[in-house]
């Protein structure tokens, strides 16, 4: 059983891990624990280079980071 939060990002055109498996896997995750992003473009090997060319920019980069803040503001809140 997963039980933490996930962050899942998911591609269409991802050679390696077919999108019906990690739909399959969102769907037996409470769904509050579960961030989904859609990648309609990029495969398994070049998800995070998709949106600006530069590394740390660009949607996959964007939603790594919002997850990791939402992450922190609930660690912060479970340790008041």
């Not at 060319?53 to 503001?73: H, M, S």
């Amino acid at each position: 059983k997963i039980d933490v939060p996930c962050l899942m990002l998911s591609s269409a055109k991802d050679e390696m891990v077919p999108q019906e498996q990690m739909i399959a896997l969102r769907d037996a995750i409470d769904s509050s624990l579960v961030t989904w992003v859609d990648f309609p473009e990029g495969s398994h090997m070049n998800l995070w280079y998709h949106g600006p060319a530069r590394y740390g920019q660009g949607p996959y980069w964007e939603n790594w980071r919002r997850f990791i803040e939402k992450l922190q503001l609930v660690c912060n809140s479970n340790m008041e």
